[in-house]
């Protein structure tokens, strides 16, 4: 970007632009009176002044609205759809929040380690603006995942990152590539960003189409692929041979390991350091049951993390959320038995399902079930059912997983309201 200073007088304008011969003005007379205000431009054109385009609201003679100023591609952006949160489901609902049984957003019901909870209580500084470069947590985080800290970036959430990538990478109207169904924020922060979406539909079992990927990054030379591993929501794993193969393709690879505790695999994250199209996106939300204070964090190639903190925002991670997941860091024994209990109610809830005769569950290796709803049982409708007893699940409305529903693992308790709630419909 370059910068237009614009030096103003009472009876001039002068345009300024880098690189260029000092300005002049034809009509100076005198000294200049005003400050100076810079603006950031592109420098594509040339060094004289751009004519002032009229406005069409004002050619038209009709009153000046404000979406007239929204970049074109946003005035058809389709809204993000989130789980509602248990305050809103309680007023929907009737019911209080402690009476729902949420199973629909995947998060841990468990909750976080005590410490978390003692060290929010004695914040010291709230009033003060966090560190920028959350270095107490990444310095924690390098020492839970083998990763020296300079690898690590932290944002507020991984939904952050996700977007960080793509303002930093893609230029409107390039290409990314999407494997559906998977997580939907790749779309939706592509579409946002202005780029364009080329998707690579998985197999019926979930896998990914890697002889495609091949010949879609051949022919439309996206820049960016985003991989889940588990999948969401099928909770499917890449292997590595797999991911070796989309590595020698020449495109940036981010894998998102949101749920990559339940898996029973390592993470890739040391991988960054030796392929430079790797990215390692992973997450508090899950692991640590910090998805209320959004804490994200991801593993980078020096050659490419340099250029994300010189975009991303500076105070991105707040005081709670880094000393929330610091403190939770603290008590690696807690997460590890929170894990084994859920996956441990992952396996008998697999059972449970796969004896409803209108569900055909598929095997996970996160903390959540999809199912295929059969028996010409309409899924959403399933779902609504369930809601009225004050269990919730996830539905789909998207093409690749209509019939579908997923539900998260929580406690025994949850999974026994769920297959009370299903045995009435049958």
Known sequence: MGVIELLCKTSSLCVERPELSSPSCNSFQGKLRRGKITFMTPLASSSAAAPVKENSHEKSGNSLTGDSFIRPHLLKLSPYQPILPFEVLSTRLGRKPEDIVKLDANENPYGPPPEVFEALGSIRFPYIYPDPESRRLRAALAEDSGLEANYILVGCGADELIDLIMRCV???GDKILDCPPTFTMYEFDAAVNGALVIKVPRKPDFTLDVNRIFEVVEQEKPKIIFLTSPNNPD?????????????????????DEAYIEFAGIESKMKWVKKYENLIVLRTFSKRAALAGLRVGY???????????????????????????ACAALENPAYLEKVKVAL?????????????????????????????????????KKLKED???????????????LVGYVRVSVGKPEHTDALMEGLKRLY
């Open 170 to 172: 893609l230029e409107p």
């Open 235 to 255: 909770g499917s794993i890449i292997d590595d041979e797999t991911l070796l193969k989309i590595l020698d393709l020449p495109i940036l690879v981010v894998l």
């Open 298 to 324: 991801g593993a980078f190639p020096l050659s490419i993390i340099q250029y994300l903190w010189r975009a991303k925002q500076p105070y991105n991670v707040s005081v709670a959320a880094e000393i929330a």
């Open 343 to 379: 996956v441990q109610e992952r396996e008998r809830l697999f059972k449970l399902l796969k004896a409803v005769p209108f569900l055909n569950p598929y095997p996970s290796y996160s903390n959540f079930i999809l199912c295929e709803v059969t028996s010409g049982m309409d899924a």
């Open 386 to 400: 369930l809601a009225k007893m004050g269990v919730m699940i996830r539905h789909y409305s998207n093409k690749e």
